[in-house]
């Protein structure tokens, strides 16, 4: 079982769905990450997380310290929205980066 | 356009070849980090350098060297490529460690492709 698990693998919405991307872990964490690879294979860093909820623009990260779990929540989607999103987490101590498989997401006009 | 700049974007070579990677950034980053990134799999770490002149192993470093002589740049190289070692391969560089601490930006290229035949 890998350490981070993402769901779905990929995701298909029509524009201006509500979009939800699940990540779960099964290691104690320092931090989570939530990262954008656009098609053109660019990884960009769109969130940090050691707590509660962060906000930017259309884009909403939430994480459950407890039940291990975060989620990446895209408000009124929008085709240029369309990428690979990846999961990672620092492990607590040895601060190693573990990342997820990632969720391709697809909006169509 | 500041950035990470890996060269080159794409590349096929025939088993025992070899090969060099390079990756520049112009932001001053003193961390510097070869990913490669599989089907099905997470992105691994290979190797990485805090420094100029440093370099150090990742989670799956045989096959592969770096060297870091100068501070922008950070070389991976394939001394016999295998067919293992088809994958893409993304270079990331960030000023303290790579997502260490809130608001740490960080910077990755935009992926060379290798294929090994």
């Known amino acids: 079982k890998n350490e981070v698990e993402q769901s779905p693998q990929n995701l298909t919405a029509q524009e201006g769905e509500f979009i939800t991307i699940n990540c779960s872990y099964s290691?104690?964490?320092?931090?989570l990450h939530w990262l954008q690879q656009h098609p053109g294979g660019g990884i960009v860093s769109l969130f940090m997380?050691?707590?509660g909820k962060k906000k930017h623009g259309r884009l909403i990260a939430t994480i459950n310290i407890q039940e291990k779990h975060s989620s990446l929540h895209i408000t009124a989607s929008h085709p240029r929205d369309s990428a690979v999103y990846i999961c990672?987490?620092?492990?607590?101590?040895?601060?190693?980066?573990?990342f997820g498989t990632g969720t391709r997401l697809t909006i169509i006009p | 356009n500041a950035g990470v700049t890996q060269t080159p974007k794409f590349r096929v070579l025939k088993t025992g070849q070899s090969m060099t990677l390079l990756c520049a950034q112009d932001?001053?980053?003193?961390?510097m980090y070869w990913y490669r990134q599989d089907p099905g799999m997470g992105l691994r770490l290979i190797h990485y350098?805090?420094?100029?002149?440093?370099?150090a192993k990742g989670e799956v470093p045989d096959g592969y060297n770096v060297s870091r002589l100068k501070k922008q740049n950070f070389l991976l190289g394939l001394e016999s490529a295998a067919p293992s070692q088809t994958s893409v391969y993304f270079c990331?560089?960030?000023?303290?460690?790579?997502?260490?601490?809130?608001?740490?930006?960080?910077?990755f290229g935009q992926g060379t492709r290798l294929t090994v035949v």
């Open positions: 990331a560089s960030s000023l303290p460690p790579l997502f260490a601490s809130l608001d740490t930006e960080a910077f």
């Open positions: 290691v104690g964490i320092s931090a």
């Open positions: 997380l050691s707590s």
């Open positions: 990672a987490v620092r492990s607590r101590g040895n601060e190693k980066l573990t």
């Open positions: 932001m001053n980053h003193e961390y």
């Open positions: 350098s805090v420094g100029e002149g440093t370099t």
